[in-house]
């Protein structure tokens, strides 16, 4: 059974933590632990470290702070007030006990997350916030306290469930903006948890639901807070026919704003804000969370938060590893493509006899990453047709972009409730979703940047809880990944035995025979077509100086031949040969298959779609995901921290943000 307890470390960043907090042990602390699938919480506790907080540690940066700290130099001087760290003990700073009740009584949490006191305390005194925080340290609940109280206390009746009879959509009082569609979901059902003792009315629009459902559901049963994918708020907001509208909006809360701009969604948030009622006129709060603050964020900060009035709160510790480099990761080197599935059913097979044989160990839950949809879909496909998918009891899912919203939610629900399985995805989930429970995140090929891989090994290791991050390459691409993934504790591991087969030489070692026969029984019933999909897809993947199309046709065309036993590679129309520049490239197949029309064009393209767009900061659009911005970053990052904390620009009270972020990159270790 798996089990884990949340850090509590709450030791903030070198320079905030010098200029401020105080720590000290008071008393032990208690933590509910977490079970892994369902909400359900186990009855046990587990005790944890014994930290505690004294004094408040966070930051105030408004300007009159950064006075005051010219002034005083004593760290305590701002910081008398208390910290509340049990939920029990949020009526004493007067959240309302329908609220308290739903946290203590109905979700059964005791003691907070560390980002969730240090925001909730000052985020309910009624600032503007600006958060750092990693994902799955509890950041949905720590925006979520406040703003709801700030409603119920704004909007007294709120408190009373018949009011929820006199909501309406165009008086939408609160917004809550999340960058994917799983994510605002998953925020939406844990926001109806807690008001469930209330009249307060919770919707969720999300890009990809039909609009004209979701927009009847909000106009008859109205909406007080409104959880939303930035594309589809734009798009209500801005239609004038759509009966919603905020008037009076009085907290708006950004998730993950990082990712937001990462996916280029800066447009959507400019336009959103000009639909929304200006501060001068309707005062609102505005929280904001978000793991890393690169320039981008702090610009889009800025255009957001009330500039002299706002509290950075920063939830990293300098001394608390971020996940990725907790959890223990592995590369395995590969022959080739043919090897990536047996290698999963190989890892997956260990550790399921591991946790069957030992009873400590948590079951394997594993999310799978392919950078591109054919590639997901094509696994999907194959491993529905072996043993791990159909019969020894470890049930698959996969979701990417081309399922419809209620199939994703459908597939992550379950995924999410299952104790064990493997849920095949494409990025769609690598950043915010909190499946409980995930023990393995096995990333297969390339991923296309460090960020990337980061966000996707942080599936795992979540609230504390322990995992692995493996990462399956073919061995001629084991040197661009050095370059894309430097400063990673990433080490070589040969303990499986199915990657080092080299199926060309026609000999199987026969404790391998049933893994590769497996897989290719799966390969021969998946659909026609499939394989060339994800074939043309990985010809249009990322390349980079170590690793070129040359070798990935090569790699390919050993997948095709040796694992799936074809006599001819799937054939590239000559139209499109030549626009991408392969007509000449030894190994490709100039032609048209029969079976199927294999791939479009635009699958060449990868996911270029939305670059070019203008952004907040240096980093809008996402077709910016290119290789180069490690690299940058690291450069800027180290310019920054050598000087430049002078001043008191709106950027500089953001100077402490860098302690955390070490991007410094060594050369990596695999
Ligand atoms: P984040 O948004 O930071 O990624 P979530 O809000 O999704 O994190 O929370 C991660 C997990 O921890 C969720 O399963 C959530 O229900 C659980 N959780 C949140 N707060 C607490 C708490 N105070 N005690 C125990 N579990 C918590
Ligand atoms: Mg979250």
Redesign the pocket.
Known sequence: MFKAS?PRHARLGNVVCRQLSTFSCVRPLR??S?QSSGQQLSASRTPLRSVCLRSIATRLYSSEAAAARQQDANPDAKAGSQLITKFADLSQLGVHPALVSAITDGMR?E???D??SLTINPALRGTDLVAQ?K???????AFLVPTLQRLLAEIPELADRRSSRRASSDDVKAIIMSPTRELAEQIGVEAKKLVRNTGIVVQTAVGGTRKRESLMKMQREGCHILVATPGRLEDLLSDEYSGVAAPNLKAFVLDEADRMLDVGFSDAIRNILDLLPPVSKVDRQTLLYSATIPRNVVHLAKSLVKTNNFEFVQTISADDAPTHERVPQYIVPCKGYENWFPAIMEIAEKAREAAENDPSVAPFKAMVFFSNTAVVEFAYSTFSNTKLGGFSGVPIWDIHSKLNQPQRTRHADAFRRSKTGILFSSDVTAR?M?F?GVTHVIQVGLPPDRDQYIHRVGRTG??GASGEGWLLLAEPEIAEARARLPGLPIKPNRSLVTPAVDLATGQIPEETARYFNDVEKGYSKTRSGEFAQAYHSLLGQKFGRKLDVADAVELLNRWSEYGLKREQVPAITPQSASKRGLARIPGVRIGHDTEQSYGRDDRFGGRGGSGGRGGFGDRGGSDSRGGNRGGNRGGNRGGNRGGNRRGNSFEDKFASRESNDRQSFSRSSF
């Open positions: 949340l933590l509910q977490l949490y003691d907070m997350t980002v969730q925080a994902t799955g340290t509890g950041k949905t609940l915010g909190d409980p979540r609230a």
